[in-house]
């Protein structure tokens, strides 16, 4: 069986590959493509209406797994995006300082930041995601080796819920950029689909980065 070109078990290699590479260490998400590329990426990318969320259920992406020790993903993203952060013996974090690219806003608090998914689970579920096994979407909501994976202020991550960039942007205008960027670097990662409104927010974002 094939979709747009790509075997399903090459889909799964790649996304099994996605989910074993270990990011270096830094602090912020692995930068995507710029801007030429991700105009590039996102001509590629097949265009559909989306898909229903029936049968969709957050379970069905196990997330924030146990990746070393006694640390999982979220715990691990904590620490790669904020800085002076201290964590307990569990690995938990306990202080330290974050800033949400969002909306320009700095937390002390770990309970103050939600790791938000770039691309939503549900959004990723209606676009492609409902076809694969259980393992790739584990792959897929625990990616930190993309730009998938972004520590920002809870309520914020809560408004945008599963919209695609054609019904919410982030309010710090400076950042929507980059986060046009990382949309279509994930989109085209997974070999996911857009809609048509998405597809052409995405253009009038990407040509308006400098």
Known sequence: MKRTGIT???LAAGLT???FAAPAAQAAPPT???KAVAIKHLKALHVAKEGSLTGYSRAKFPHWINVT???NTRELVLKRDGKNVKAG???APTSGTWYSPYDGATWHKP???DIDHMVPLAEAWRSGARGWTTRQRQGFANDRASSQLWAVTDNV???KGDKDPAKWLPSRTSFRC????????VKYRYRLTVDTAEKKALARLLNACR
């Open 111 to 113: 309970s103050d930041v």
């Open 8 to 10: 399903v078990t090459a």
């Open 17 to 19: 590959a996605t989910f």
């Open 89 to 91: 013996s569990n690995c």
């Open 178 to 185: 980059l986060y046009a960027r990382s949309w279509v670097d």
């Open 69 to 71: 020790g006694a640390c």
């Open 157 to 159: 991550n809560q408004a």
């Open 32 to 34: 995507p493509p710029g």
